[in-house]
């Protein structure tokens, strides 16, 4: 079974520029959630995804927006990158849009915005 | 507002010293507690899932626990191998999304 996978690692970008993260869910998986996560911080919830549709939302400006394909993979996007926005950005998939599923993590992408 | 806090930030222990890390949480209507484990720069690793207080879940060194107003993890005998930060995530609301606390840093000396 191959688990939840993301990239690139490790992403720099600079103040203003756009970026696009992608995820591949774990097999079997059709829920995709994504969460930031700063440095000596827990993970915060960005928003999630299920059979295509946003199926909620944190408090994140409307320039993170996201994607979620019919193999239900999944983008998140980021324009108008702040300095702020540096952090591991979490990719999570579960087994359906009902709750509680459990929510398997992948590796993350560490974007650095200078 | 849905929150949860863990405590204490950081732990050190020795080789062997069991120990507990607590997660308070307040939610409305918890439907899963959940723990991870997270070593530094990846993601985090599922450890366990409770859905009742009252409920115990187990795997190896570690033991969760349950209650309505809070979680714990015990750790028996700890190794080195277990040193890592521990997090504690809630699910209640009406959307599918974790709150997680801030982790608990471990540190086990040989």
């Known amino acids: 079974e191959t688990g939840v996978t993301q990239s690139p690692t490790h992403l720099i970008k600079t103040r203003g520029q756009q970026v696009t993260l992608r995820c591949s869910s774990q097999?079997?998986?059709?829920?995709v959630s994504w969460y930031q996560q700063a440095l000596g911080q827990g993970p915060q919830f960005i928003f999630q995804?299920?059979?295509?549709?946003?199926?909620g939302r944190g408090n994140f400006p409307p320039r993170f927006s996201g994607l979620q394909f019919p193999n239900y993979s999944s983008e998140l996007n980021v324009n108008a990158l702040e300095l702020d926005d540096s952090a591991l950005y979490l990719c999570?998939?579960?087994?359906?849009?009902?709750?509680?599923?459990?929510?398997?993590f992948g590796p993350g992408t560490r974007l650095t915005v200078l | 507002e849905d929150q949860v806090t863990q405590s204490p930030e950081a732990l050190r222990l020795q080789e062997g010293e069991s120990s507990s890390l607590n997660c308070s949480y307040t939610?409305?209507?918890?439907?899963?507690l959940f723990w991870y484990r997270q070593d530094p720069g990846k993601g985090p690793e599922f450890l366990f899932t409770?859905?009742?207080a009252g409920e115990e879940k187990e795997k190896e060194r570690l033991k969760a626990t349950l209650t309505k107003k809070e979680s714990f993890l015990h750790i028996t005998a700890p190794k080195p191998e277990d040193s890592a930060t521990y997090l504690c995530?809630?699910?209640?609301?009406?959307?599918?999304?974790?709150?997680f606390g801030k982790g608990t840093k471990l540190s086990v000396k040989p």
């Open positions: 999570a998939s579960s087994s359906s849009g009902r709750l509680p599923d459990t929510q398997y």
């Open positions: 097999s079997g998986h059709n829920t």
């Open positions: 995804y299920y059979r295509e549709e946003e199926n």
């Open positions: 939610v409305s209507g918890l439907r899963g």
């Open positions: 409770l859905y009742s």
């Open positions: 995530a809630v699910n209640g609301g009406s959307q599918g999304n974790l709150i």
